[in-house]
T-cell receptor
């Protein structure tokens, strides 16, 4: 089915390790974003992209990198994992965020020990 | 930056009773407004949205929300809740630009 696919669903990292959270959508959406969800803090924007080759920082970008080489994929890289990055990460995409809002993936639960 | 306030972190309500989930936002300039629902261990799903026109918007499952510009509010209501409505509800605001701003969420628990 069409939608936003995130992998992995669960991940445990040791402090200092790096990893990439994968996000892919097959709806030809130009707009893609990464959010983290923490208890009592709602969703906070990490990075977003308005099209292939174009990315920008959100509210909490430190410690994360992104790239957008294709319309379909928007991976999120943790450069050197820290316990503060323990969170649930959501990827979202939209054809037009004003008119349609977001389509969200099912999330990646990351624990950094 | 825009801020979104959901005053109630948890709302317990009996089945078939009415419910209101409150949402206020900081800016009075032109914004788009959204409510999302998150069921356990799932991503967020769009419930309803206000873009322009009628200030009362409805979802397919009986929820409605009213945009009040003077009070900068977008409260979500349902006249009679069901067990299946138990979920986390997020209010979101999109001002001009490319960013959404989400509230901290309200956990709705429907009690049989």
């Amino acid at each position: 089915n069409a939608g936003v696919t995130q992998t992995p669903k669960f991940q445990v990292l040791k402090t200092g390790q790096s990893m990439t959270l994968q996000c892919a959508q097959d709806m030809n959406h130009e707009y893609m974003s990464w959010y983290r969800q923490d208890p009592g803090m709602g969703l906070r924007l990490i990075h977003y992209s308005v099209g292939a080759g174009i990315t920008d920082q959100g509210e909490v970008p430190n410690g994360y990198n992104v790239s957008r080489s294709t319309t379909e994929d928007f991976p999120l890289r943790l450069l050197s994992a820290a316990p503060s990055q323990t969170s649930v990460y959501f990827c979202a995409s939209s054809y037009s965020i004003e008119n349609y809002g977001y389509t969200f993936g099912s999330g990646t639960r990351l624990t950094v020990v | 930056a825009q801020s979104v306030t959901q005053l109630d972190s948890q709302v317990p309500v009996f089945e078939e009773a009415p419910v209101e989930l409150r949402c206020n936002y900081s800016s009075s300039v032109s914004v788009y407004l959204f409510w999302y629902v998150q069921y356990p261990n799932q991503g967020l799903q769009l419930l309803l949205k206000y873009l322009s026109g009628s200030t009362l918007v409805e979802s397919i499952n009986g929820f409605e929300a009213e945009f009040n510009k003077s009070q900068t509010s977008f409260h979500l209501r349902k006249p009679s809740v069901h067990i299946s409505d138990t979920a986390e509800y997020f209010c979101a605001v999109k001002p001009a630009g490319n960013q959404f701003y989400f509230g901290t969420g309200t956990s709705l628990t429907v009690i049989p």
